[in-house]
């Protein structure tokens, strides 16, 4: 199975982790913005960090599959 996450969608869960984080995490109101402001300007799409994150989730997608793959050959009938 080859699964690949494109640039926008990673940015898309990003943002709602990243709200998610700094609403429940007790934040103060300036970390809240700061960290806010850390995912629109540094992991914005098309920037050098973004393409990073996609590239690093695809790979470890990619790496999952293919462990989850292999131990499925390996695994024994009588073992369901």
Do not use: C, H, Y
Not at 23 to 43: F, H, I, Q, V, Y
Not at 46 to 57: A, E, F, I, N, Y
């Amino acid at each position: 199975m080859d699964v690949t996450f494109k640039d926008d969608e990673l940015a898309d869960a990003l943002t709602l982790l990243v709200n998610r984080i700094a609403d429940e995490a007790g934040l103060s109101d300036k970390d809240r913005a700061m960290l806010k402001r850390w995912r629109s300007s540094e992991m914005k799409l098309g920037s050098d960090d973004m393409d990073d994150l996609v590239r690093k989730v695809n790979e470890d997608l990619q790496r999952v599959n293919q462990r989850r793959e292999r131990s499925q050959l390996r695994k024994p009938d009588w073992r369901d």
